[in-house]
């Protein structure tokens, strides 16, 4: 059984920072694509940034580019988002997401081919 398991989140304040991670167990965590979505209240959810499974490539949306960073630790079965000079924008819940791209563009929900996380909030004051 395949569980994802974000820690991270929080408030913070216009320019800060926070850094999310996500841990896997039940999955052979180097053969999977891991990413980052979140979805904002009344809004659809949207990639944020994605990784390959040696960490080679990643993926960034447009409004986040420059400003975060996701990694991972292939040892630690952990998936990392590093998030800078935070806006009010990105206030939203985060989740992990495993075997990245997901079937169905679904923060949160779970299938036998898409793999999420709980969520974590972010909140970012202004």
């Known amino acids: 059984q395949v569980h994802l398991v974000e820690s991270g989140g929080g408030q913070v304040q216009f320019g800060g920072s926070l850094r999310l991670s996500c841990t896997a167990s039940g999955i052979t965590f180097t053969t999977y694509p891991m990413a980052w979505y979140r979805q904002a209240p009344g809004k659809e959810c949207e990639l944020v940034a994605a990784i390959s499974g040696l960490g080679e490539l990643t993926r960034y949306a447009d409004s986040v580019k420059d400003r975060f960073t996701i990694s991972r630790d292939n040892a630690k079965k952990t998936v990392y988002l590093q998030m800078n000079s935070l806006k009010p924008d990105d206030t939203a819940v985060y989740y992990c997401?495993?075997?990245?791209?997901?079937?169905?563009?679904?923060?949160?929900?779970?299938?036998?081919?898409?793999?999420w996380g709980h969520g974590t909030q972010v909140t970012v004051s202004s």
């Open positions: 997401m495993a075997d990245f791209p997901p079937a169905s563009n679904d923060c949160g929900v779970v299938s036998s081919v898409d793999y």
